[in-house]
Each structure stands twice: as C-alpha cells, then as structure tokens.
C-alpha cells in the first residue's frame, strides 16, 4: 500500500499521519458501518416486499404508460421512507427542481410559506422570489417569511410557533447546512420542528429539503411527521449511479399534487418514459447507504487530519454527523488552490486538469471547484469547491468509496506540503 501510494506522490510523513488518525476513528468507523448495515437491510427489504425483478429494467418511450418499473421503484422509495407516495423521476433534473415542484404543487395563491431553519439553499432564493425571479413563487401570490435560528445555530421554536398564522400553508426545513455556516440538523431535531407546527396548525404542511443527508442516520425526516421529504439523485440516494433524477416522498395527497405539477393535471404519475435509466437508479439506491457511508467515513477523516494540522474544521472531527458536507477553513487562497489540485489530482476522471478560480452567476468573488466525476456535477462523488474570499473555506464532500476520499484528503495534504503551505 505505501508503495501505492508513493506512486502517487504522496509522503511518508502523511502516511504516518493518516494512520495515526485512523487508528483513532476506528470505533467511529464501526459506527458508520452499523447505520450503512442496517440502511442497506432496509433497502433489500424494500426491494424484497415490491418484487423488483429484471422485468423494472426495461426501458420505456414516448408517454411511458405503464411503466411498471418506475411505478415499483416508486414504492421502493416509500417503503424505506415509510410515505405513502413517492415521485421518483428522471424528469426531475435536480434538487433544485425537486423543491420547486413540491412547492409550487402545494401551494396557492394567496398562501404564506416559511423557512423555519433561516435562509434557504441559495437556489431557492429565485424559487421563492426572494431574489426576484419569473416564475417564482411570488409572482403567483405565495408570501413568504422566514424565522432565523437562535445565536448557537438552533432552530428558535418560539419564534416559529407565533410566526405561523391562518395564511401558513407550508413551512420548509432545509436538514443540510449546504454552504452556510450554521450546524446541520439532526432527524430528531427535524422532528421537535415539525411538531411544533403541527401543535400550532395541524394541517400546516411540513417540507424537508433532504439534500447531502439521505442515510446519515437511521432514520428519514419522513419518520417524523415530514409531508414531503425531497432530494437529489445525483446526491446521497443516487449512490453515484443514477445520471439524472430527483424524488420526492411524502402523503398521497401532495405527491399527487406534485405528480400533477411535474405533467399535466389529469396525467400525473400515468406518463414519463423512463427510458434506459431505470437500472442505474436501482443499482444506486441500492449502494447508496454504503456510498454514503463511505462519504462519511472521508468527511471525518479530512476534519480529523485537518484539526491536527492546526486548522479548524466546521463541523468539528469529533461532532456527530447529519449530512456529508466537511468544511475547512484553510484561511488563504494558496491554499485553497493547492487544496482543490490534490482533490481534482486524486480524480479517476479528469486528474490531468489543474482547477482555477472563476465567476460563478450569484456570488461576488470567484469560486474554485475541483471534481472528476463519472456523473457531471455530481457532488456524491468526491468534490471540493468554495469562494476565494475570507476565511477562505472550501467545502468538501462526497466520495463512492472511502479510499477514494481518503486518497483526495491525502492529495491535498501533499499539495499544500509541496507549496511549503502546511507543516508536519
Ligand atoms: C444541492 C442542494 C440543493 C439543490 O440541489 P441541486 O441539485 O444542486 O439543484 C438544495 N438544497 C440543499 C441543502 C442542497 O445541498
């Protein structure tokens, strides 16, 4: 193995360091496993109880009737949510896409919908209409308000249960940080929000947007009273096979609506060709509990090896985990570089390309990314990016299998070691 990787380039002094912090995360590690073992059970179990055969395989064209795999690999997603419905599309493009219909399908004119968790993923800002947007959801009357978390990152109940009044129609919690600064949020803490709604306004509908999160834990915020639970496929329950989708889980009653949204009123979940598809998409969800684990296992392994190189990690090395995003702040933009060269250099796609800084469409300073990915843009797969801006942060997530990752971080550690930018 040393051998391997010298092969690569890497130091023996990292080597050391990354066994060192290894034989620390071990108890850790066989933690991971349990929650990956027991998502992957519930996974198999799912697949047992719909009878999925190579029948679902087949692809189909044009309108897509009866499409029985894509009707079974729907109540695949339900089952393990343990929802009523599900909408599992190619024709969701993305997360983003996924909100936008779970909203605007449950949503009139005339209805408030509120962030209970502060300021959504940046996406929605034009979804919503906080940035001004055609189309977005206040061009067709929905109002919006959104209750900040307390000083510590905690949802404020308080403020949440009086902002919620006769026009609330839905209110919207986002589990992942994505790339704000405030902690994730457990399942159980999911739960305690949801509660307070419903304790204020039983029929006010609950959203989790899902994204980076899917098999962190033992259980779903589907578990805890979410109406409509919402991701991406090119993120956790994708596993890195599926090329394209989103899902959406939740009540007959608003999956039906989203359903409605996604075609036509009247056609709803009857049509959508799958076409050749459908193999990926169960293949991935079937790995996705491992995959995720794995992502885990390097998210923790980076915090880890980063705090022993004095810099500071958010969320801490030794902090339990909800989603699968790590951010370091390597606190300058030589290092930043270096950091996203190591990731990209430890790429199977694309370890040939050195990434630069570059505009991004809604951020002020340039942003750096580094991904080789089987899947364009996929973030389950290792990948690291961030804005070239104090405290300089970069964010690093994913990975399909824990080598891989542990490679990544052991890349960037050697690039930084090169530009004289780190001491070991
Ligand atoms: C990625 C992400 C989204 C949006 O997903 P896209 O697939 O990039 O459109 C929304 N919310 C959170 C928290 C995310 O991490």
Redesign the pocket.
Known sequence: MKAQYSEFGIDSRILVLSDEILSGLRARFDGIDDTAESNAAKVLAAMRDNRVDAECFAGTTGYGYNDAGRDTLEKVYASVFHTSAALVRPQIT????A?ALALGANLRPGDELISAVGA??D??EEVIGIRPSPCSLAEYGVTYKQVDLLPDGTPDLQALKSAISAKTRLVTI?????YSQRPTLSVAQIGEIIAACKAVKPDVLCMV?N??GEFVELTEPSDVGADMTVG?L??NPGGGLAPIG?YICGTRECIERCAYRLSAPGLGQEVGASLGVKTSLYQGFFLAPTVVAGAVKGAIFAAAAYEALGFRAFPPAAQERHDI?QTIELGSAERMLAFCEGIQAAAPVDSYVRPVPSPMPGYESDVIMAAGAFVQ?S?IELSADGPMCEPYNVFLQGGLTWFHAKLGVMMSIQKLLEKGLVTL
């Open positions: 993305c997360g983003t896409h909100l959504p993923y996406t929605l986002q589990r992942s940080r994505g947007d994204c980076y991406s090119i993120k989103g995003i843009g973030s």
